[in-house]
């Protein structure tokens, strides 16, 4: 098994769904702001449509693993951003049968299916956004547009304090958090 190393950063999503796109928006806001301010070496900034298959090749050896994702929760504030945690060993509950999603499988079934094949990223922060609107067409909502440059910045953060942990306390890549 390859030691892990580096970083993976993944906007799921649609971008002809509207509000669903706010993965891939969020990963295009990041490629033009590294251009000004870059990310750690080794950081990768992906675009992925949810299919478990491509998001275990996107995460697979990263020590690191960041997901941003839209959700439609029945009472939606749209933009607001929820940022959870993933501890070593836990997984999701895969969303109910009937769920309201764009993607086939959503997130969780993408992780349950990785960790059975022993594929499951190393770490793992996944962001979801509250959106309001994913009928066909193009362009954010004004609200979760509004949420991006607050949401890139966090990103960034968790990024380089992720750099920052590794170099300072020298971990060889793929080392178990402390």
């Given at each position: 098994?390859?030691?892990?190393?580096?970083?993976a950063v993944i906007g799921i999503g649609n971008e002809f769904r509207r509000d669903d796109g706010v993965g891939w928006a969020t990963i295009a806001l990041l490629c033009e702001r590294?251009?000004?301010?870059?990310?750690?070496?080794?950081?990768?900034?992906?675009?992925?449509?949810?299919?478990?298959?491509?998001?275990?090749?996107?995460?697979?050896?990263?020590?690191?693993?960041?997901?941003?994702?839209?959700?439609?929760?029945?009472?939606?504030?749209?933009?607001?951003?929820?940022?959870?945690?993933?501890?070593?060993?836990e997984m999701p509950h895969p969303a109910a049968a009937g769920r309201q999603s764009t993607h086939g499988l959503g997130l969780a079934e993408a992780l349950c299916l990785a960790d059975?094949?022993?594929?499951?990223?190393?770490?793992?922060?996944?962001?979801?956004?509250?959106?309001?609107?994913?009928?066909?067409?193009?362009?954010?909502?004004?609200?979760?547009?509004?949420?991006?440059?607050?949401?890139?910045?966090?990103?960034?953060?968790?990024?380089?304090?992720?750099?920052?942990?590794?170099?300072?306390?020298?971990?060889?890549?793929?080392?178990?958090?402390?």
């Amino acid at each position: 098994m390859k030691p892990l190393a580096g970083t993976a950063v993944i906007g799921i999503g649609n971008e002809f769904r509207r509000d669903d796109g706010v993965g891939w928006a969020t990963i295009a806001l990041l490629c033009e702001r590294e251009a000004r301010r870059p990310l750690p070496s080794g950081t990768e900034l992906a675009q992925s449509d949810g299919d478990p298959g491509r998001l275990m090749t996107l995460w697979e050896d990263k020590s690191l693993t960041l997901v941003i994702d839209a959700c439609f929760p029945p009472a939606a504030r749209p933009g607001r951003t929820h940022r959870w945690c993933v501890a070593p060993g836990e997984m999701p509950h895969p969303a109910a049968a009937g769920r309201q999603s764009t993607h086939g499988l959503g997130l969780a079934e993408a992780l349950c299916l990785a960790d059975s094949l022993g594929r499951g990223p190393g770490r793992l922060i996944v962001y979801a956004v509250e959106g309001a609107d994913r009928s066909l067409g193009t362009g954010l909502t004004p609200a979760v547009a509004a949420a991006l440059p607050l949401l890139a910045r966090r990103i960034e953060e968790d990024v380089r304090k992720h750099g920052e942990r590794t170099r300072r306390t020298s971990f060889e890549p793929g080392s178990p958090p402390v």
